[in-house]
C-alpha cells in the first residue's frame, strides 16, 4: 500500500529565510504527487502537482517541488518566507483505484515563522 | 474561480444522533470524494463517488456511513448513529476525472458529537 511521510512534525524559520520541507513516499509505480496547505480552520489548498514530465515543478505562492525518484522524496521549496506561509503543510500521493483515485496524506509538517 | 462549498462549516450533535453533511461539488467535476481528519492527526481518505455509486471506500467507512447525490448538484455524507469518535473535520473534494486531475477540497465541516 502507499504511504508518504514527512518526518518533520513541526518547523520555525525566520521570515525571509528559505524554506525546505520533507516528504517521502511509498508507491510501487509513478506516483501522482501533490502538497496542499492548510491554514488554521481552513480547508486544503493547492500548492502544486507533480504527475511527470519535468521533476521541478513550480506551484503558487512562490513554492517549488523537487521529484527525486531515486531518494522516493518530494520536498517542497521555498527561497524566502513570507510571516503568512505559516500553516500546515501537507504531501500526498494520488492513486487510481478502479473508477476513481484517492489521496494517501502524510501527516503533516506544521511551519512556524519568526518576523 | 469555481469552488467546493459546505454546510454547516460547524455541527454539534449528540452521540447516537444522525447528522448529514452536504457539499457542493464544482459543476463540471464528475468525481466526489469525502475525507476526514481527526484533530491533530492526518487527513484520511473515506469514500469516492462517481456515477451515483461508490468507487472505493475505507475502512472507516462502515455501515454508519452512507453518500449520496439526491440531485445534480449536491453530495451529502450522512452518518446515521454518530459516535464520539466521529468528531473530526470532514472534507468533501472533487475532480473533473479520475487519475491525474488535481481533487479541489472543500472548506471542511467541523463535526462534534457530545
Known amino acids: 500500500a502507499q504511504s508518504v511521510t514527512q518526518p518533520d512534525i513541526h518547523i520555525t524559520v525566520s521570515e525571509g529565510a528559505s524554506l525546505e520541507l520533507r516528504c517521502n513516499y511509498s508507491y510501487g509505480a509513478t506516483p501522482y504527487l501533490f502538497w496542499y496547505v492548510q491554514s488554521p480552520g481552513q480547508g486544503l489548498q493547492l500548492l502544486l502537482k507533480?504527475?511527470?514530465?519535468?521533476?521541478l515543478v513550480q506551484g503558487i505562492k512562490g513554492f517549488e517541488a523537487e521529484f527525486k525518484r531515486s531518494q522516493s522524496s518530494f520536498n517542497l521549496r521555498k527561497p524566502s518566507v513570507h510571516w503568512s506561509d505559516a500553516a500546515e503543510y501537507f504531501c500526498a500521493v494520488g492513486l487510481n483505484t478502479g473508477t476513481a483515485s484517492k489521496l494517501t496524506f502524510g501527516t503533516g509538517t506544521r511551519l512556524q515563522v519568526t518576523l | 474561480e469555481p469552488e467546493v462549498t459546505q454546510t454547516p462549516s460547524h455541527q454539534v450533535t449528540q452521540m447516537g444522533q444522525e447528522v448529514i453533511l452536504r457539499c457542493v461539488p464544482i459543476s463540471n467535476h464528475l468525481y466526489f470524494y469525502w475525507y476526514r481528519q481527526i484533530l491533530g492527526q492526518k487527513v484520511e481518505f473515506l469514500v469516492s463517488f462517481y456515477n451515483n455509486e461508490i468507487s472505493e471506500k475505507s475502512e472507516i467507512f462502515d455501515d454508519q456511513f452512507s453518500v449520496e447525490r439526491p440531485d445534480g448538484s449536491n453530495f451529502t455524507l450522512k452518518i446515521r448513529s454518530t459516535k464520539l469518535e466521529d468528531s473530526a473535520m470532514y472534507f468533501c473534494?472533487?475532480?473533473?476525472?479520475?487519475?491525474?486531475?488535481?481533487?479541489?477540497f472543500g472548506p471542511g465541516t467541523r463535526l462534534t458529537v457530545l
Open positions: 507533480y504527475f511527470s514530465g519535468d521533476t
Open positions: 473534494a472533487s475532480s473533473p476525472d479520475r487519475g491525474t486531475d488535481t481533487q479541489y
